[in-house]
Each structure stands twice: as structure tokens, then as C-alpha cells.
């Protein structure tokens, strides 16, 4: 009986302390893994001085981390640098000329930006990680062909 009540605290112990990355770690581990820098506390001017956006809360801002290490790791570790990204800018309520937007490539300066707390009134999960990707694409696009609407 101790025996269990003592495994039962090592694996709740284990999983509590697993589950509490925090930012700074999990930006760490993105950079290092993908070659890619994580801004989050800086505003970056981009190339048509169009975006705008605030800091992200720290709420949001750790799970979205969390997303963006789950889904970098499904593509190969050289991916971001074999299409020159440098940096993915994370914000909230993100913009480019007014227009809400949940993300905006460009890869003019090798930047990605990605509204933490989505667009619209969404910020699922689903709607996030399909912003990820679908944004991605596009800056995939123009480092092969020089057009995002390829």
C-alpha cells in the first residue's frame, strides 16, 4: 500500500513539474531546436510599416508556445532555415492596416507574426494551429517561387 501511495506521488510530482514550462524555457527550446528567434516583448517594425499589435498576456502567450512546439515538430528540424525564417514575431490583437488578423507573413524581412489570441473572437486551438500552417505556406511560397499567391 505505501508502495503505491508513493509511485502514485513521483508520477503526480513528474507530471505537475513536466506541465510547468514556462515561457522563457519553452521559447528556448523552440530557438535552439529550429534555428528560429521567438519575439514576443519587442514591437517589429515590418516591411510595410502596416502591423500592429500588443504584447501578448502571459495566459496566451505559454500556450501558444506550447502550440508552436507541437506543431515545428512536424517538419524537419532544417525546414525554417532551408526557407530563411529568422524570427516569428507573437503578439495580441494583431493587425495589418486596421484589419484584424490571427497571422501575417513576410518574407521580405524573414518574419512571421501569429496573434496569440487569434482573430475574429477566435482563438481555438484548431484555429490556431491551421493559422500556423496556413501562414506558413505562404512564406513557403514565396521562398520558392517569390510570390505568396503562387
Avoid at 513521483?10 to 521559447?27: H, K, M, P
Avoid at 500592429?52 to 495566459?59: G, I, R, T
Avoid at 496566451?60 to 502550440?67: D, E
Avoid at 525554417?80 to 507573437?90: A, D, E, G, M
Amino acid at each position: 500500500m505505501f508502495r503505491n501511495l508513493y509511485l502514485t506521488a513521483i508520477l503526480i510530482s513528474v507530471a505537475f513539474i513536466g506541465s510547468g514550462q514556462d515561457t522563457q524555457t519553452l521559447e528556448q527550446l523552440i530557438e535552439s531546436t529550429y534555428r528560429v528567434d521567438i519575439l514576443w516583448n519587442v514591437h517589429i517594425t515590418d516591411s510595410w510599416s502596416s502591423v500592429s499589435y500588443s504584447n501578448p498576456d502571459s495566459e496566451n502567450l505559454t500556450a501558444y508556445l506550447k502550440l508552436l512546439q507541437k506543431e515545428m515538430k512536424k517538419y524537419p528540424k532544417t525546414y525554417f532555415n532551408t526557407i530563411k525564417l529568422k524570427k516569428i514575431v507573437l503578439g495580441n490583437d494583431m493587425a495589418f492596416s486596421g484589419q484584424a488578423r490571427a497571422a501575417i507573413p513576410d518574407p521580405y524581412k524573414g518574419y512571421l507574426y501569429y496573434s496569440v489570441n487569434g482573430a475574429y473572437g477566435d482563438a481555438s486551438v484548431t484555429y490556431l494551429t491551421h493559422c500556423f500552417h496556413h501562414e506558413l505556406h505562404h512564406y513557403t511560397e514565396y521562398s520558392i517561387w517569390k510570390s505568396m499567391y503562387f
